[in-house]
């Protein structure tokens, strides 16, 4: 027995059974062989805030790179920068090192949190007009139709057969797809490394062989997934249509066909009375128009993105047929549910899951702002030498030795001093430097991690136990930090 997983397409529901059946008679597998799906332009408000849309975030992800941000000499001055060879982090007056990998962590599940906020409340909005995924399906939709028309031009020029017309056009697309896939991918590079230096550096075969690898792949993912499979990875390969599922409940706005409006649908003839039928004039403009080859007819699906191109769509059959409009519209199941039993519609925006994501996000927000906000410019650290534990010298005293390890975290050099505290009588020194029972002082260069050595000396009557607890002060102009630590002494040799 052959099992065949329905899968609509722009024909609409029958022509989606017709397909089913057609493949099942072939003796398809699993899944269909995908159709190609030819979307009709449209014009509308959410078309409008569509193109807005990704005409910001391209801005943002090709110019982002080429922004210049002053810092000290030797230091990157590129604004947003990923600098694996000196292992820091640049946004703009942010810097992070390594060890702040905890902001990195705080941002994206910040951005986790927004994404479930706001699929609770609007749906996939996320997935329909800011995933990158769809952006770049759109970008390349958009140079499709620049060389080969709109839907019914698109679908005539596949079906002749090819000639000089035909190779010109599909040939010019593909070049400029490609085009803006190795733009896509130079500028993803140029976030790792400084941009002006690798634009220079690439073309002459001199930039890091690791820059060549990264837009090579780019190229292809990019071709590949926004030129090629589109909607298939929106529907197989992302996880998200499956996840958001369970965030949705019946208050969530989402794109929705107002069946109490619209049913019974058919065909209508200007004249023709509206009385004992619905608003839809079963014109399909809606299938045509949606990216993923769906009707929204058939109700809340896994593919929809809601992307509103539907709505659109249909809200310009409605001026002309002279209907309200909003057939088509984000709507809710439970308002569409109250309107078919007589109630009115409610649309409670603070609901269980909303208001925990939202107070989750604010909780998360506010620990990053506060970890920001105390975030210290210098990092210092006591590790005691653990070979050997101790040096027991001919005078009874005792020998331990620490590498103190301090961090200046800011574009300012810094001038501290290292005291020690819990040890009374002892002794401090550098290697090649005399004893002092004073604070060490040290000097530090901007964004500069320094290993002090120091050799700590304690007399026979302040060894009271065989570990005790020390404390070593680091202090420069108004500013102070501690970093505690245990002197050993073995055997306790006064009490």
Avoid at 116 to 140: E, H, I, K, M
Avoid at 207 to 222: F, M, R
Avoid at 469 to 482: C, K
Wanted: proline share 6%.
């Amino acid at each position: 027995m052959t099992i065949v997983v329905e899968r609509r397409s722009q024909d609409g529901p029958k022509g989606a059974r017709r397909a089913a059946s057609e493949g099942g008679s072939r003796g398809g597998g699993l899944y269909q062989k995908r159709r190609q799906i030819y979307p009709k332009l449209v014009h509308g408000r959410w078309r409008a805030i569509k193109w807005g849309i990704l005409a910001l975030t391209l801005t943002i992800y090709y110019v982002t790179p080429w922004l210049r941000w002053a810092r000290p000499d030797g230091a990157p001055q590129q604004a947003v920068l990923v600098d694996f060879t000196g292992r820091r982090f640049y946004f703009f007056f942010i810097q992070l090192w390594p060890q702040e990998i905890y902001f990195i962590t705080g941002l994206l599940v910040m951005a986790a949190l927004a994404l479930f906020l706001s699929n609770a409340l609007f749906g996939r909005l996320w997935c329909g007009y800011a995933c990158p995924q769809t952006v770049w399906t759109d970008l390349y939709i958009a140079v499709e139709r620049l060389f080969e028309g709109d839907r019914n031009a698109r679908m005539r020029l596949d079906t002749q057969g090819w000639s000089p017309n035909k190779a010109l056009r599909k040939g010019g697309k593909h070049l400029a797809w490609i085009a803006i896939a190795m733009v896509t991918g130079g500028a993803w590079v140029f976030y790792f490394h400084d941009a002006p230096m690798l634009w220079r550096t690439f073309w002459i075969g001199q930039a890091p062989i690791t820059a060549y690898v990264s837009v090579g792949v780019l190229t292809c993912t990019t071709y590949l997934l926004a030129g090629t499979m589109r909607e298939q990875v929106c529907t197989y390969m992302c996880p998200w249509p499956r996840i958001q599922g369970a965030m949705l409940d019946g208050h969530s706005l989402q794109v929705t066909y107002r069946r109490d409006r619209g049913e019974p649908r058919g065909p209508h003839k200007k004249g023709q009375s509206w009385e004992g039928r619905g608003d839809c004039v079963d014109c399909n403009q809606c299938v045509v128009a949606c990216p993923m080859g769906i009707d929204i007819r058939d109700g809340g699906q896994i593919e929809c993105i809601n992307c509103g191109l539907c709505i659109d769509a249909c809200d310009e059959i409605m001026l002309r047929v002279e209907r309200p409009r909003g057939l088509i519209a984000y709507d809710t199941d439970e308002a569409v549910l109250a309107r078919e039993q007589g109630r009115k519609p409610t649309y409670p925006l603070v609901r269980a899951r909303t208001a925990y994501y939202a107070a989750a996000l604010t909780l998360v927000s506010a620990l990053m702002v506060w970890g920001l906000a105390t975030r210290t410019p210098v990092a210092f650290e006591a590790l005691r030498d653990r070979n050997p534990t101790f040096v027991r010298l001919h005078d009874g005293a005792v020998r331990n030795g620490y590498t103190l390890k301090i961090d200046n975290r800011s574009f300012e050099p810094r001038k501290l001093a290292i005291a020690l505290d819990g040890l009374p009588g002892a002794t401090m020194q550098t290697p090649g430097a005399a004893p002092t029972a004073g604070p060490l002082a040290v000097q530090l260069q901007p964004n500069q991690v320094l290993a002090v050595r120091v050799l700590v000396k304690a007399p026979p009557q302040a060894l009271t136990a065989r570990s005790l607890p020390v404390t070593f002060e680091l202090s420069g102009g108004a500013h102070a930090w501690s970093a505690a630590s245990t002197f050993l002494s073995g055997d306790v040799t006064s009490q």
